[in-house]
């Protein structure tokens, strides 16, 4: 029963956070953002550049962003250790947000990600629960992948559709962001990837070395499936002369926006022509092997690749710099390797799985 019976106690425990309110019904996503402001309280969130590390743990998380040179920083990040007051669950997300509201965009998703994707989990759940045919004693791994997976893609399709209709507040017709976020739930771990940033795992290999092995997919339009999809909606994929290898989006009749991902929130001036939001949900069972993930955006991508990365935390004398430490030495590699071109936002977010 192990998994399942101790979800009971979060949905009971969200419960209990709706006490003290007034007698009408508190719907799961009210309860859910009640859960986010009670462990904000506990400092259980962090949405700001540092360390989460909670006392009986094996979770340490380091995150750390720098602003570029292209205006304010549209990066940002959230950690939300106990996840759905769950001791074994912790929420990283990362969000890169681009065009003129890009921040705004960004910053949005941030905050109503972690609530909307904990209701549509507790919902899922609950429903699961309630199946006469599941078998707790036999309860697997795969189902629980599948009842993430389902609230995420439910969670992902209910934040573009909100970010829609706000666009009077904020206009996110020619701008939007990515998001990249990762559950860890005991040993199971569900990566969720909407954009181009990255998540890349470190694991031991024989010899004792770590190996990168990356988790996502950068959905970048030239890739052959998104490709098709932006094309068969009428939308276009080219590189400009000046920036050769760079595929961008661009409308069937117009020179814009020159998107530079297929998959992302908001840009709704590109919604009818491929671009879509919707994630890629994949799963991971951590061995004692694994030893940490890395999130970040493609600021970090851009100029270090995923073994550079792994070396460069692994190199961290403290884990509580492991993040600064990633981002400072993407930040040089910009000096070095891209003389002339503004510096994009560097964002990253270390999640280490084991105590030290």
Not at 123 to 146: C, M
Not at 179 to 202: F, K, P, T
Not at 214 to 236: C, W
Not at 256 to 282: H, N, Q, W
């Amino acid at each position: 029963m192990g998994h399942l019976s101790s979800m009971f106690n979060g949905l009971a425990r969200s419960l209990s956070l709706r006490k003290g309110k007034s007698s009408e019904r508190c719907d799961g996503r009210e309860a859910a953002e009640a859960m986010a402001k009670d462990a904000k309280k506990n400092d259980l969130i962090l949405c700001t550049s540092g360390n989460v590390s909670v006392g009986g743990s094996n979770n340490f998380c380091s995150v750390f962003s720098k602003r570029g040179n292209k205006g304010v920083n549209q990066d940002c990040c959230v950690v939300w250790e106990e996840f759905g007051c769950q001791a074994d669950m912790i929420f990283c997300g990362i969000f890169d947000g681009h065009g003129p509201w890009g921040h705004f965009v960004a910053k949005s998703v941030r905050k109503s990600m972690p609530p909307s994707l904990l209701c549509n989990w507790q919902e899922t759940l609950a429903q699961t629960l309630l199946d006469p045919d599941l078998d707790l004693e036999t309860e697997k791994k795969q189902h629980r992948f599948d009842i993430w997976k389902h609230s995420y893609l439910k969670t992902c399709a209910a934040i573009d559709q909100e970010l829609e209709q706000q666009r009077r507040k904020i206009d996110s017709f020619y701008s939007g962001t990515t998001a990249l976020s990762i559950v860890r739930q005991g040993e199971l771990i569900i990566i969720a990837n909407v954009g181009d940033s990255r998540a890349v795992l470190a694991t031991s290999s024989e010899d004792g070395s770590l190996t990168a092995v990356q988790l996502t997919v950068d959905f970048k339009p030239n890739l052959p499936e998104e490709a098709e999809r932006i094309t068969e909606s009428r939308g276009r994929v080219f590189c400009l002369d000046d920036e050769p290898g760079v595929h961008r989006v661009w409308l069937p009749d117009e020179e814009s926006p020159g998107l530079a991902m297929s998959r992302a929130f908001g840009d709704y001036c590109v919604k009818d022509y491929g671009v879509i939001s919707v994630p890629e949900v994949t799963h991971r069972n951590i061995t004692s092997q694994d030893q940490f993930v890395v999130l970040a955006t493609d600021g970090v991508w851009d100029v270090i690749s995923n073994q550079e990365a792994v070396d460069i935390v692994c190199s961290a004398a403290d884990r509580a710099k492991s993040a600064r430490l990633l981002v400072e030495c993407a930040v040089r590699e910009w000096k070095r390797k891209r003389k002339g071109i503004a510096m994009d936002d560097i964002s990253a977010i270390c999640l280490f799985f084991h105590s030290s």
